[in-house]
């Protein structure tokens, strides 16, 4: 069963990405902010994560830049509200594997795990 670490600020959102997730067959961590999230990434070397663009503090973006500058092979897959291309683009280039919309699909949500496992 793979871990999936989901890193957001609202507890809505973990929330909701767990249910699915847990239904699905995965098994979840959760870190309200980035830097949690990459404390969780190097203890817990999660198969995959979902994580939010915009946090207090670090951000999505700073947390792929950061995994890139460790060549970090986790992948990433952004849940964000914003859909502006440029900012696809960007997460893109920095090493997201995926980009899903906010509130996700269950079936795009899972279809896009099964992608990057």
């Given at each position: 069963m793979?871990?999936?670490?989901?890193?957001?600020?609202?507890?809505?959102?973990?929330?909701?990405?767990?249910?699915?997730?847990?239904?699905?067959?995965?098994?979840?961590?959760?870190?309200?902010t980035?830097?949690?999230?990459?404390?969780?990434?190097?203890?817990?070397?999660?198969?995959?994560?979902?994580c939010?663009?915009?946090?207090?503090?670090?951000?999505?973006?700073e947390?792929?830049?950061?995994?890139?500058?460790k060549?970090?092979?986790?992948?990433i897959v952004?849940?964000?509200?914003?859909?502006?291309d440029?900012?696809?683009?960007?997460?893109?280039?920095?090493?997201?594997?995926?980009?899903?919309?906010?509130?996700?699909?269950?079936?795009?949500?899972?279809?896009?795990?099964?992608?990057?496992?």
């Open positions: 793979s871990t999936v670490l989901i890193i957001d600020d609202s507890t809505f959102q973990r929330n909701r990405l767990r249910t699915t997730l847990q239904e699905g067959g995965y098994q979840t961590l959760e870190a309200g980035a830097e949690e999230g990459l404390v969780i990434i190097e203890s817990a070397n999660p198969d995959a994560v979902l939010d663009l915009l946090m207090p503090g670090m951000g999505g973006l947390l792929l830049r950061m995994l890139q500058e060549s970090s092979e986790v992948p952004i849940v964000t509200a914003d859909i502006q440029t900012v696809r683009e960007e997460c893109m280039r920095l090493g997201a594997k995926g980009f899903l919309t906010k509130p996700p699909q269950t079936a795009e949500l899972l279809a896009a795990l099964a992608a990057v496992l």
